[in-house]
């Protein structure tokens, strides 16, 4: 493994962390702020409601059946070389979607953003990782989830406002961002590798991975929009005997993107089922809640995109503390009540309708929400790592930010439909209101399963090894990471953090 000893303060540094810094903070500002522009992009092209499921879906998808195998790539070919394609690629697809004559050709745009963001977003936490040492390499991952922070507190606005000019514009500010970072990351940050990865690449598991999360997604938002018609079943049947191939072909990989023995760990898969019912419902969540607010509410996109800032300045302030507390005492309490906390703020989001008040109607929901979910992230990425073997510490991390936005994509595809949304239904309130009531009812039950579920499955911590031992295995994990610098929950997974420093830097 090449590693690069860099100090904090200095300005070799700095410039680390500002190539690293943008370019988690531009794959983030996309994720977020695209849920914002969702109704002037259906506005513009008369899209359906299955446009807009894909408009958000096509990214995802992308993003979680790749991640994995970005990361890889980025040990064996090089993490700055990957990073820098990664930025290329998610500026060019940016700007095709920026430029997009239809809806359908801003889908596919966004599925070629998912790929640049899974080439880039691996990096930014490796690249970090790879080139500090250790208080340096502490101080640079408090640094970047710092200002990733103030990145996910500014992003609504920034979003808002740019919405309110043009929705392209949401895409094509990434283009000087992009440039920036290739010229920083060209000139000032230093190359690394793991030498000791292994040199096959899972492709045959890879492609498995996008094809069935691919097709069962189209099934399940098809089926929405015309029932359940040959080609809808026929596809989502493809799906599923894709994801059950995947399964076999990581048990005899020579190099699996998911190591079976991860799960072999009850904890390990009970905690990832946690994370697939709670990321399902915050997927669902981010999506319709800005919707609801601008077609049921009247909100302006600003308003609508900065409603939900609050959650974003509780988990600044409370997720440092509640992972201290998760390593503690263990996950079990905080992410139960957590959980249930954020069940009764969905429950009171349901209640948003035509003439609801900001202060009155949307605040309190959202502060409740914003309470429960910041007691239950830091602890569930606590969990994640506790479950797994130090050697597999990054992987592990990895394979559950896969697991949350593949939860993100489902939701998103079917809940919908199953709540009666499809069609035209999102331009007129009374069908889109009463859907959304009842999508959200829905996301309400998924986060008090997830609570049950971390109530009976999640038990103490287990005892991790100290030492010099413990050290360098989780430092192995903190460049292998495969998560992304995405800090807004409702689209990415939980934040990854090295095993040596979650109780100092936990998950926000």
């Known amino acids: 493994m090449t590693v690069t000893d860099l ?7 700095r410039w680390v962390l500002l190539a690293c810094v943008l370019g988690s903070g531009m794959a983030m500002l996309d994720s977020t702020v695209v849920n914002i522009a969702l109704s002037r992009i259906g506005e513009e092209f008369g899209a359906s409601f299955a446009g807009l499921q894909w408009t958000v879906n096509g990214y995802t998808l992308t993003l979680a059946g ?20 990664g930025a290329v690629w998610f500026a060019a697809a940016s700007l095709l979607c ?41 101080a640079a991952i408090g640094a970047w989830s710092g200002l990733g922070g103030v990145a996910g507190a500014l992003g609504p606005f920034v979003g808002g406002w740019l919405v309110e000019w043009s929705w392209r514009a949401v895409f094509l500010i990434n283009l000087p961002i ?31 991975a996008v094809v069935g999360l691919g097709a069962l997604t189209w099934a399940l938002t098809a089926a929405g929009e015309s029932g359940a018609d040959p080609a809808v079943l026929v596809t989502g049947l493809a799906g599923v005997l894709a994801l059950v191939a995947f399964a076999f072909v990581e048990r005899r990989s020579p190099a699996p993107l998911v190591p079976g023995e991860l799960f072999a760990s009850a904890r390990f898969t009970a905690a990832n089922l946690v994370t697939l019912l709670m990321y399902a419902a915050l997927g669902l969540l981010f999506v319709l809640v800005v919707l609801q607010l601008q077609v049921v509410g009247g909100f302006s996109p600003l308003a609508a995109g900065t409603s939900m800032l609050p959650v974003t300045a509780l988990m600044l302030l409370l997720s440092a503390r509640m992972g201290a507390l998760g390593a503690r005492i263990g996950p079990r309490v905080p992410m139960t009540v957590g959980l249930v906390v954020a069940a009764a703020g969905v429950w009171l989001l349901s209640l948003i309708g035509p003439g609801t008040s900001y202060l009155t109607g949307v605040l309190p929901a959202v502060v409740v929400f914003g309470l429960g979910l910041s007691a239950a992230v830091a602890p569930l990425t606590t969990a994640v790592l506790d479950a797994a073997d130090d050697r597999h510490a990054g992987v592990a991390s990895g394979v559950n930010n896969a697991v949350a936005r593949a939860a993100g994509l489902l939701a998103v595809a079917v809940i919908p439909a199953v709540a009666g949304i499809s069609g035209d239904d999102w331009t007129d309130p009374v069908p889109f209101g009463a859907g959304f009531r009842i999508a959200m009812h829905v996301a309400a039950v998924l986060l008090l399963a997830g609570a049950v579920l971390s109530a009976t499955l999640l038990g103490p911590p287990r005892n991790r090894r100290g030492g010099a031992g413990r050290d360098e295995a989780s430092r192995d994990g903190a460049v292998r990471d495969t998560g992304c610098g995405d800090r807004h929950c409702g689209v990415s997974g939980p934040r990854p953090v090295p095993a040596h420093e979650e109780e100092s830097h936990p998950s926000a």
């Open 98 to 138: 920026g430029l997009a004559p239809s809806v359908e050709v801003l889908v596919g745009a966004r599925a070629l953003q998912g790929v640049g963001g899974a080439l880039l977003t691996p990096g930014s936490l490796a690249l970090i990782s790879a080139s500090f040492h250790g208080r340096d390499r502490a």
């Open 7 to 13: 100090r904090m303060g200095t300005a070799a540094g």
């Open 178 to 208: 992009a440039a920036i970072i290739v010229v920083v990351a060209l000139r000032h940050v230093p190359e690394s590798r793991d030498t000791s990865a292994v040199q096959h690449l899972d492709v045959p598991g890879t492609l498995l």
């Open 66 to 85: 790749l991640i994995l195998l970005g990361g890889s790539l980025g040990d064996r070919f090089g993490r700055r070389r990957i990073f820098l394609v």
